[in-house]
T-cell receptor, first 108, second 111 residues
Framework: AQRVTQPEKLLSVFKGAPVELKCNYS??????LFWYVQYSRQRLQLLLR??SRESIKGFTADLNKGETSFHLKKPFAQEEDSAMYYC??????????FGQGTRLTINP | GAGVSQSPRYKVTKRGQDVALRCDPI?????LYWYRQALGQGPEFLTY????????KSGLPNDRFSAERPEGSISTLTIQRTEQRDSAMYRC?????????FGEGSRLTVL
């Protein structure tokens, strides 16, 4: 079965330090992967998707098919990055499957 | 409205009662999704619609759960004979070009 694993429930780093949120997946086909984010008191929203290859708010994520990973990275963390982050993949035509989420806290 | 709207935002009910959760998607969005999220977990897929057609209901946990979208716009998720284990945040999203736009969710508490 297709699955998304985020091994860290909590991650805490200092402002200005690099951030890496881990995501591993299992998928038999060619995956389409996403990162969604939920800031405090806001809705769950799309951060980035691997097919767009964009950098959003300084975050990037590279699909590594060999390691079946899609880790989210930012070189210099900012306090406003504190949020809940969810990795997700498309299963079948349209069904989005989420990981358990990582709560990122940026300490001043 | 500009975003996906869900009601009620909070619902407290007694075990055995039926509840109906409503989702009003972004105008023009063809696809509508229902997810359930327990505390400390990621959103868990329940079902989704394209227009009024229910495309996949594989995530509905049992036959107490049902969903409809009769006119291809507003959707209702109904839980019959609620149980304490049904307590969760129920999230609705509508979709355009693969990006899901979520509502604020309906938090259900079954006593």
């Amino acid at each position: 079965a297709q699955r998304v694993t985020q091994p860290e429930k909590l991650l805490s780093v200092f402002k200005g330090a690099p951030v890496e949120l881990k995501c591993n997946y299992s998928y038999s086909g060619s995956p389409e992967l996403f990162w969604y984010v939920q800031y405090s008191r806001q809705r769950l929203q799309l951060l980035l998707r691997h097919i767009s290859r964009e950098s959003i708010k300084g975050f990037t994520a590279d699909l590594n098919k060999g390691e079946t990973s899609f880790h989210l990275k930012k070189p210099f963390a900012q306090e406003e990055d504190s949020a809940m982050y969810y990795c997700a993949l498309i299963q079948g035509a349209q069904k989005l499957v989420f990981g358990q989420g990582t709560r990122l806290t940026i300490n001043p | 409205g500009a975003g996906v709207s869900q009601s009620p935002r909070y619902k407290v009910t007694k075990r055995g009662q039926d509840v109906a959760l409503r989702c009003d998607p972004i105008s023009g969005h063809v696809s509508l999704y229902w997810y359930r999220q327990a505390l400390g977990q990621g959103p868990e897929f329940l079902t989704y619609f394209n227009y009024e057609a229910q495309q996949d209901k594989s995530g509905l946990p049992n036959d107490r759960f049902s969903a409809e979208r009769p006119e291809g716009s507003i959707s209702t998720l109904t839980i019959q004979r609620t149980e304490q284990r049904d307590s969760a945040m129920y999230r609705c999203a509508s979709s355009l070009a693969g990006e899901l736009f979520f509502g604020e969710g309906s938090r259900l508490t079954v006593l």
